[in-house]
């Protein structure tokens, strides 16, 4: 009898789940039909008709920014979709369809395919005066060819989150160096085998690629009207060799990052340093709630005679092929991204790191966290901002690399190959899609 | 098997339309459906799978499509990790097919013998995992795989077994225990109702010439419901060809599956994380094939098996 029950339950269950899922699709094909219907109506009646933007993105709190425009401008309705699980890759497919949103985030290693393969707008005509309120990396990281394709919307330069209590406990001094770093990793786990000096997460691309750019290298760079493929470049040689050690001297775990396993050994305190972007204190106070106070941001470690520090990789907000109406909706990012209103909303709730000059000069940015033990932690992670080189560029085959450049790992923590060995197959790889697609490649 | 099926009465018709045009109306949504959703994408993919999409120099200049024949497949066939993945399903359904069947077979058998008490419990008990969509199946398992915070694994600790579900050695079958979880229920139901149909007659004839209960099911019991065992064995082999649900979900937790681990997930790697809609075409329409030869042979075996037994 209590059999029959739980059946019947497990089944209910399973209706609700698939009429929710029914609900939301439903939801989206009458949004996005609403949309162009509206749009068409718009057009036969240019005075006084309400133009429509759809709007899809994954930055917390902004379906109150989307609110706060929609009130302001009787004369156009955002609509706002939020992202999550694989809405990412669904974009394409709906660009390709004829059925995307009209404006979307983007990481901004992704941009360039998008352009290559006409998925986005110029916006040029509509953006060019936001230029002076954006720093200079990433108003570049949105251009190609002299045309503008989106509005910046944050970046993600690096810090080393650390717990003060392991590291005091043992009497070990904060690393500033990656030669201090592996002397601190092999004190630690000689002190405690319990304690790991890092998490190396072979599915967690932005903390390779942070560190490759504080290297100076670049997965991808320009060479006339050639591509060129630095995945296994010597920047990134030098970062294989230092993880390479501290692996094959068993001083890192090897969880993939954002798992309950992970969240289970950073709670535990088995772990003593996070390096990862600005917007990662956010993710570690919702996850480690626990560990609060124990925290504290230095730097990323330096190689020596280099104040280098890196960046994960920013987002865009980009206006769409199918867009019925760009210039509103070049408005509404303009606004949402680079206007005075937004700021303190984008940085508080969003956990933006600005990519903008009035976000940098917000005093949101500066306020203390009790959960980094009242540290001003932004201002780390300004200071990695203003060290960032301008060497990384972005390539046309992001999502193949990072495929395949993460397979790759796989193997190097199962003890199967070496991380340079990892990244000469990913290299090959990335040169062979480039190929196969007709992009010249140069060697 | 013609005299079992139920008696029909036969009602008088009743004149509906146009007489003639009825059959073609009561056929048309099956037709149109099937069309549109199984003939119409089959010809696209395969219409697709001869295109690719070309830039050239920096590729700023925007892609054209162009005829390329059946170089998508060469290029398919030259991709070794996707050549593997045919392999370690292969590997995975020599494992995970026999032990599904044999698993759903013995309770079928159990549940047709007059041997179990409380039977319709069981049946539901067993039945169960069937109702749980398979993403949340994985999902599911997926915290008994973890170390931190699994029972299972911490329980095996205990007992001082050193267990890792998700170490590149032990992934493949962390992954066969989901599906044989998920679905041996259904192939159960599928078997043991084909045993319910059966003339009870020979099976009181049988226990009067002294047949046990384990010799009713292995010499009568088992040949009269082949069919139904066919069936049963073919969607299980099917549905390894075509795994992707289960590993993908524990993608997520263990680096050990790589992003084309199964010839399913290859093509989702390509088609999705890579943009090349068309090369991923061209491995569909592989698998596919591969598909459609496999089924083909294991009926073609099976039919002349049991020509011979007979």
């Known amino acids: 009898m209590d059999a029959t029950q739980l059946f019947s339950n497990g089944r209910r269950g399973r209706t609700a789940l698939v009429a929710a899922g029914l609900a939301a699709s439903l939801a989206l094909v009458t949004a996005c039909s609403s949309g162009s219907d509206e749009a068409a109506a718009g057009d036969d009646a240019p005075a006084g008709g309400t133009t429509t933007v759809d709007f899809w993105g994954w930055v917390p709190g902004l379906e109150e920014l989307v609110a706060q425009y929609n009130e302001a401008n009787p004369d156009v309705e955002v609509t706002f979709h939020r992202m999550t699980g694989d809405d990412g890759q669904k974009v394409e497919a709906a660009v390709d369809a004829g059925a995307g949103p009209d404006l979307v985030q983007l990481s901004s290693h992704d941009l360039p395919d998008y352009v290559i393969q006409g998925r986005v707008q110029p916006i040029t005509e509509f953006v060019a005066d936001d230029e002076a309120n954006y720093t200079e990396a990433s108003w570049t990281s949105v251009t190609f060819d002299g045309e503008v394709y989106g509005v910046p919307q944050g970046i993600g330069p690096s810090g080393m989150m650390y717990r003060t209590d392991l590291l005091e406990q043992h009497g070990i001094a904060v690393p500033t160096t990656w030669d201090e770093y592996l002397e601190a990793a092999r004190a630690l786990h000689a002190a405690d085998p319990e304690l790991y000096i890092a998490n190396l997460s072979p599915g967690e691309i932005g903390q390779w690629v ?17 591509w060129t493929v630095g995945i296994n470049d010597e920047a990134s040689l030098r970062v294989a060799e230092r993880w390479q050690t501290l692996l094959d001297e068993g001083l890192v775990t090897t969880e993939l990052m954002w798992t309950p396993e992970y969240w289970s050994r950073v709670n535990a305190g088995d772990i003593a340093t996070i390096s990862y972007a600005a917007w990662f204190p956010v993710a570690l106070m919702e996850n480690a709630a626990d560990t609060s106070g124990l925290w504290r941001v230095a730097p990323l470690p330096t190689e020596p005679g280099s104040t ?3 960046d994960s990789g920013g987002a865009a907000v980009v206006v769409l092929k199918g867009a019925d109406d760009p210039g509103a909706a070049a408005e509404f990012a303009s606004w949402l991204n680079g206007s005075d209103e937004t700021q303190d909303a984008l940085i508080t709730e969003g956990g933006l790191f600005p990519s903008t000059l009035n976000g940098l000069a917000s005093p949101a940015l500066l306020e203390e966290q009790e959960f980094f033990g009242g540290q001003v932690i932004n201002e780390v992670f300004i200071e990695s901002a203003e060290n960032t080189p301008a060497t990384w560029s972005e390539g046309p085959n992001w999502g193949t690399a990072q ?19 990892a990244l000469d197959n990913a290299h090959d790889a990335t040169v062979a899609d480039l190929e196969s697609r007709g992009l010249s490649v140069a060697e | 098997m013609v005299a079992l099926a139920p008696a029909v009465v036969p009602r008088r018709r009743r004149a509906l339309g146009g007489g003639r045009l009825a059959p073609y109306l009561f056929v048309a949504p099956f037709v149109v459906v099937f069309l549109l959703f199984m003939v ?30 059946l170089q998508n497949y060469a290029t398919a066939l030259r991709d070794g990790d996707f050549l593997f993945g045919f392999a370690r399903v292969a590997l995975y359904g020599l494992v995970q097919v026999p032990v599904m069947m044999l698993i759903a077979a013995g309770l079928a058998l159990l549940f047709d013998s007059a041997l179990v008490r409380a039977r319709r419990f069981f049946q539901f008990a067993v039945f169960l995992p069937y109702a749980v969509p398979g993403v949340i199946a994985a999902l599911l398992w997926g915290f008994f795989y973890q170390p931190s915070v699994s029972p299972l694994v911490q329980a095996l600790q205990g007992l001082g077994v050193d267990a890792d579900l998700l170490a590149p050695g032990t992934v493949l079958w962390s992954v066969a225990n989901v599906s044989v979880w998920s679905n041996a229920g259904i192939n159960m139901i599928i078997l043991f109702s084909a045993l319910q149909s059966l003339p009870r007659d020979t099976f009181e004839a049988a226990r009067l010439d002294g047949a046990g209960e384990l010799r009713m099911a292995l010499s009568l019991k088992l040949p009269m419901i082949a069919p139904a065992v066919l069936l049963t064995t073919l969607s299980t082999v099917i ?9 993908q979900v524990l993608q997520s937790i263990t680096p050990h599956i790589a992003s084309d681990w199964t010839p399913n997930m290859a093509i989702y790697a390509v088609s999705t994380l890579g943009g090349d809609t068309r090369l991923g075409s061209a491995m569909a329409v592989l698998l596919g094939l591969v598909t459609l030869v496999v089924s083909l042979v294991l009926v073609r075996v099976t039919n002349s098996s049991s020509r011979e037994g007979l």
């Open chain 1, 403 to 421: 495929t395949a450049v993460l397979d790759e790992f796989a193997k190097v923590v199962a003890g199967q190959q070496t991380f340079a060995q």
């Open chain 1, 210 to 226: 942070q560190e490759v750019q504080q290297a100076e290298g670049s997965w991808f760079g320009i060479e006339g009207d050639s």
């Open chain 2, 239 to 247: 549905g390894t060809l075509q795994l992707f649900n289960e590993p």
């Open chain 2, 40 to 69: 119409a994408p089959i010809v696209i993919a395969v219409s697709n799978a001869m295109y690719s999409s070309r830039s050239s120099g920096l590729g700023f200049g925007g892609a054209e499509t162009v005829f390329v024949g």
């Open chain 1, 308 to 310: 280098n520090q890196g």
